[in-house]
Nanobody
């Protein structure tokens, strides 16, 4: 049914910018609370950002002021703009959708997940 496909990851240097995208099929993104999470090897999945249907947003303290979550309803796509990237941002990034409920930083409350996109920040 609902499928999320991510693209836009890669290798960048500290201070660079990168934009991740997530194309959603099967359901309009305007009907979701959408979020981005990341996971580094050996660590728990970590909340990054979320956006609800009213365009309210929530960000982790570690990315606040540097990352921006947006959506394009016409293209049914979710984006994560990442600026001033740091080595600590290195992780596999996942987009996710929550069919019911508002902004949440708990990955267990999200229903649909993308395959993940690797972001590596290194000199």
């Amino acid at each position: 049914q609902v499928q999320l496909v991510e693209y836009g990851g890669g290798l960048v240097q500290p201070g660079d910018s990168l934009r991740l995208s997530c194309a959603v099929s099967g359901r309009p993104v305007s009907a979701y609370t959408v979020g981005w999470f990341r996971q580094a090897p050996g660590k728990e999945r970590e909340f990054v950002a979320a956006l609800n249907w009213r365009y309210s947003t929530s960000y982790a303290d570690s990315v606040k002021g540097r990352f921006t979550i947006t959506r394009d309803n016409a293209k049914n796509t979710v984006h994560l703009q990442m600026n001033s990237l740091k080595p600590d941002d290195t992780a596999k990034y996942y987009c996710a959708g929550r069919s019911r409920g508002d902004l949440s930083n708990d990955p267990k409350e999200y229903d649909y997940w993308g395959q993940g996109a690797q972001v590596t920040v290194a000199s």
